[in-house]
């Protein structure tokens, strides 16, 4: 998951002029080790963009995330999702798609 939090945030970075925008949602009970898990994060690989918890037991449920897979990367524009990538191993390939898209979207008018 850090390779790809790190590669987001410089992807927001990089692509301020077409508002690009990220954050991370810890899909975990709210706990001292999540919170210090995400605080390393940032604090390590200086993240900017907005690391969280979430604050909503139920919330992969209403977003009918796929609760067989560790890791869920949503890409939207204008509050309609674009693109959804379910990952249970994040791969350098994966990173590079997830990236690809949100270019995609990102220069999408």
């Not at 987001?8 to 009970?29: C, G, H, S, T």
């Not at 690989?45 to 609760?67: C, G, Q, R």
Request: proline share 2%; net charge positive.
């Amino acid at each position: 998951m850090t390779g790809l939090v790190k590669k987001i945030d410089a992807f927001v970075k990089d692509n301020k002029k077409a508002n690009a925008a990220a954050f991370v949602v810890l899909m975990q009970k709210d706990s001292d080790e999540a919170k210090a898990k995400l605080k390393s994060l940032a604090k390590e690989h200086k993240v900017e963009i907005p690391l969280t918890i979430s604050a909503d037991p139920k919330i992969a449920d209403k977003l009918k995330l796929n609760s067989k897979v560790k890791n869920t990367v949503l890409i939207w524009k204008k509050q309609k999702v674009t693109d959804s990538f379910a990952l249970n191993e994040i791969t350098d390939k994966d990173v590079e798609k997830i990236l690809a898209a949100a270019k995609e979207t990102a220069s999408s008018s």
